[in-house]
């Protein structure tokens, strides 16, 4: 299936080469990159005295269901040092499933479209390189739509 967005972030080390090593580790699951947005650099959050973050969205295809992806997901996480400790910590990636085409899911391990990527310039930048007319299944606004609400809110 195409149509699946996820978002990639992190604070620990040389991100952008970890995001290279994800998409491979990624390849290797058979979950396919189709698209890469640009990266952007943001504050961390809730505490801005922490390294800032790199973030980044992919467009991939994955024949599985939602709840596999996010295995082999937290997988390459595990796999590129990510330790799960404390909510927020500095991390060496983070990857998220904000979108799954027009699917609304709601499991007890997973949540999508994501519940917080309209509220985050970090998730709408990348997203709006990507498809800026994609339609949030929620929501009915475009993901440029969302952008423009959270800069001029």
Same mark, same amino acid.
């Given at each position: 299936? =195409?149509?699946?967005?996820? /978002?990639?972030?992190?604070? #620990?080390?040389? &991100?952008?080469?970890?995001?290279?090593? @994800? /998409? @491979?580790?990624?390849?290797? =699951? =058979?979950? /396919?990159?189709? %698209?890469?947005?640009?990266?952007?650099?943001?504050? @961390?959050?809730?505490?801005?005295?922490?390294? +800032?973050?790199?973030?980044?969205?992919?467009?991939?295809?994955?024949?599985?269901?939602?709840?596999?992806?996010?295995? !082999?997901?937290? +997988?390459? +996480?595990?796999? #590129?040092?990510?330790? %799960?400790? &404390?909510?927020?910590?500095?991390?060496?990636?983070?990857?998220?499933?904000? #979108?799954?085409?027009?699917?609304?899911?709601?499991?007890?391990?997973? &949540?999508? $479209?994501?519940? %917080?990527?309209?509220?985050? *310039?970090?998730?709408? !930048? $990348?997203?709006?390189?990507? @498809?800026?007319?994609?339609?949030? $299944?929620?929501?009915? =606004?475009? /993901?440029?739509? *969302?952008?423009?609400?959270? %800069?001029?809110?």
């Amino acid at each position: 299936m =195409k149509g699946i967005y996820l /978002m990639l972030g992190g604070n #620990l080390g040389d &991100v952008a080469v970890t995001f290279r090593e @994800a /998409m @491979a580790l990624l390849s290797e =699951k =058979k979950i /396919m990159v189709l %698209r890469v947005s640009e990266s952007y650099r943001t504050p @961390a959050w809730p505490d801005a005295s922490q390294p +800032e973050y790199l973030n980044q969205a992919i467009e991939v295809s994955w024949e599985g269901t939602p709840e596999d992806l996010l295995a !082999n997901i937290q +997988e390459v +996480e595990t796999a #590129l040092g990510r330790v %799960r400790s &404390v909510r927020n910590a500095n991390r060496t990636l983070d990857l998220d499933i904000v #979108l799954w085409g027009n699917a609304v899911i709601h499991s007890p391990a997973l &949540v999508v $479209p994501h519940p %917080r990527m309209h509220e985050r *310039l970090f998730v709408l !930048n $990348p997203m709006c390189d990507l @498809a800026p007319e994609l339609i949030h $299944p929620t929501l009915g =606004k475009t /993901m440029a739509q *969302l952008r423009e609400h959270l %800069r001029s809110g």
